[in-house]
C-alpha cells in the first residue's frame, strides 16, 4: 500500500527530474544559431543562399515560368545573387540591393562569388590583417572564393589568389563557413 509520503517523494524526484530536463532543452536551444536556415521546398538546401549567375545573360521574370514577363536582364557573368525561394525548376532571386525575381536554375551556378563592397578594399596575402597587402580591389568587383573561415575568405580575381575579410564582400553570411 502505498502512503501519502512515498506519493510525494516520488512525485518531488519526477518534479526534479521534469526541471532537470526543462534546463538541458533550454540549454540545447541556446546553442542554436541566432538565425537558423530553413530548406528549400525543391532542393533541400539551406534558404536563403548565395549562388553566381553562370551565363552573361539572365532573364528576371516576375514569376516562375515562361509565360510570366521579364522584369530585367542580369548581364554580368559572376555576379553573386541570394537564393530566397524556390518552386520547380525556378529559383527566386536578389542582387545586393535586394532587386530581383525569378530565374531559371540552369543559369545558375553553385560555384561561389562575392562582389567587393568597399572600395580599394585589401587582397592579404594572408588571413590576418598584418599580412603583406598583394593588391587594392575597387568596389563592384566579382571575385571568386573558393573558402571561408570565421572572418576571412581565400578569394582569386584574374589569376590573383589571397585573402579578404568577409566585412568587405557581398555573397557571404557573416556567419557561414566553407571549404
Known amino acids: 500500500m502505498r502512503t501519502t509520503a512515498s506519493l510525494g517523494s516520488r512525485m518531488t524526484v519526477f518534479g ?3 526541471r532537470a530536463l526543462a534546463g538541458v532543452a533550454g540549454s ?23 549562388v553566381s549567375l553562370k551565363t552573361d545573360e539572365g ?12 522584369d530585367w536582364i542580369f548581364v554580368r557573368r559572376g555576379m553573386p545573387l541570394e537564393i530566397v525561394g524556390e518552386f520547380g525548376h525556378w529559383r527566386r532571386v536578389q542582387d545586393r540591393d535586394g532587386v530581383g525575381g525569378w530565374v531559371h536554375y540552369s543559369l545558375l551556378s553553385g560555384v561561389r562569388s562575392a562582389l567587393i563592397e568597399t572600395d580599394l578594399a585589401p587582397l592579404m596575402a594572408a588571413p590576418n590583417p598584418d599580412s603583406p597587402v598583394k593588391a587594392h580591389l575597387e568596389a563592384g568587383v566579382i571575385v571568386w572564393m573558393s573558402s571561408c573561415a570565421a572572418d576571412w575568405c581565400k ?3 584574374e ?3 589571397g585573402w579578404m575579410e568577409k566585412t568587405a564582400l557581398w555573397g557571404v553570411r557573416r556567419d557561414e563557413v566553407f571549404d
Open 155 to 157: 578569394v582569386e580575381v
Open 16 to 18: 526534479l527530474l521534469r
Open 59 to 70: 532573364n528576371v521574370r516576375r514569376g516562375p515560368s515562361l509565360s510570366h514577363r521579364i
Open 28 to 50: 540545447v536551444l541556446l546553442v542554436q544559431p541566432a538565425f537558423a536556415l530553413e530548406r528549400g521546398p525543391v532542393t533541400n538546401l539551406p534558404l536563403p543562399r548565395y
Open 159 to 161: 589569376g590573383t589568389k
